[in-house]
């Protein structure tokens, strides 16, 4: 939680933010998974992403123009960059423990009206300017409130 809290606050996941050179990403990182449409026109294709399992960072004129991380499945794979000592974690936290989250940290957040419709909902927090987007499980998903909002996944752009 602590990860996604500051994700929310700061706009950032550790040390990587958007505008930061995916060459600077990948030192840090190590190479990600492109995008098969880069693999196919090139890494001179703006707007995919580069995978390190539930980590994405979408390039643009090789630079990162967006950071997401995405939590479904019954297991979330991140970075040890990301989260320390664990590379996987259950990935089921759901919309009210998370704003609670938010609200002990003193991060704003506002409904995201664009993107909250039919089983999902979003929010975007302040400073940070991260858009979370819940959604409500699945016939597979295994979590403890069927009724209950989870987020799928948090995720930051600059263009």
């Excluded at 936290?93 to 664009?114: I, K, M, P, W």
Aim: a negative charge; hydrophobic letters at 35%; proline letters at 9%.
């Amino acid at each position: 939680m602590t990860v996604l809290v500051d994700f929310a606050r700061t706009g950032r996941i550790g040390p990587l933010e958007c505008g930061m050179p995916l060459a600077e990403a990948e030192e840090l990182l190590g190479p990600g998974r492109p995008h098969p449409a880069i693999r196919l026109m090139g890494p001179d294709i703006d707007g995919y992403p580069y995978a390190w399992g539930g980590l994405k960072l979408t390039v643009t004129r090789r630079m990162v123009s967006g950071l997401a991380i995405h939590l479904w499945g019954s297991t979330a794979h991140l970075p040890p960059l990301v989260l320390p000592d664990s590379e996987s974690y259950d990935p089921t936290v759901d919309r009210e423990q998370f704003v609670t989250a938010l609200d002990s940290a003193g991060c704003a957040h506002y409904v995201n009206d664009r993107l909250t419709f039919g089983r999902q909902s979003s929010i975007v927090t302040r400073p940070g300017d991260v858009c979370a987007v819940f959604g409500l499980p699945g016939r597979d998903d295994q979590v403890p409130h069927r009724d209950r909002h989870y987020l799928h996944v948090m995720h930051k752009r600059t263009d």
